[in-house]
Structure formats: C-alpha cells, structure tokens
C-alpha cells in the first residue's frame, strides 16, 4: 500500500490534478478538504502519511493550518502548494513547519520531488 495523502485546496481542480498526479505514482489519497478548518478535522481523524497544502483558501489559509496541525502532531508532513508570485508567503509557511513547496500550475515531477523528499528524507535537527 503507497503512501497516504491528504489534498487540500479550495479549487477541485487543482485537488484533481493533484489526485491524478499521486495515484499515478502509487501514492494513496486519504481525503480531500476544500480549507484549513477541514484539513485539520481530517488530519486528525485520518492520519495521513503527508498533507498538500493550499496557501490561500476561504474559511482558514494553509499557513494557519500548518500551525493548527502541527499542533496536533508535530512530526507532521507538511507541503505547501502556491501560486506564481506568493513567496513572501511561501517563506512564512516554511517557518511556520511546512517542509517544502510546489508552485502551480504544477510540473509532475517537481510535485513528485516534494512528495518523495518530505516522505523519505531524514530531516536532522
């Protein structure tokens, strides 16, 4: 059984394309939240392995999500998904403890790369 991953993005599209991405290269998709208020419900209901994370959503923004999550579990696997133009934002999410980021629209092997190393690298402190 792959990896299990939780997708978090406002659009469905995006939550799509990134479905379509992972299940292609064997990764399992745990749920889909649509914003930080359910990414954190589902975190902690469904454990999963990794979580994809929009920075800007309705409701609750990733970063905000980030912390919450962390808060639940600090070991958690944390990448941001961002838009063109949002790196001052996409440094708040690193500091706040997301691991890694991917820019939309997304290159398959980038999102692959991020997944792959937030999964399996060993992060020494």
């Not at 889909?32 to 979580?51: S, T």
Request: glycine share 6%; net charge negative.
């Amino acid at each position: 059984m792959g990896k299990r991953i939780l997708i978090v993005d406002d659009a469905a599209f995006m939550r799509m394309m990134l479905r379509d991405i992972l299940v292609v290269k064997g990764f399992e998709i745990a749920g889909e939240a649509e914003n930080g208020i359910e990414a954190g419900a589902m975190y902690k209901r469904l454990r999963p392995d990794l979580v994809l994370m929009d920075i800007t959503m309705p409701e609750m923004d990733g970063i905000k999500a980030v912390q919450e999550i962390l808060k639940t579990d600090p070991d958690a696997r944390i990448v941001m998904v961002s838009a063109m133009g949002q790196q001052a934002m996409v440094i708040q999410s690193i500091k706040a403890g997301a691991m890694d980021f991917v820019v939309k629209p997304f290159h398959t092997d980038r999102v692959v790369d991020a997944v792959n190393k937030a999964l399996f690298d060993t992060v020494v402190n």
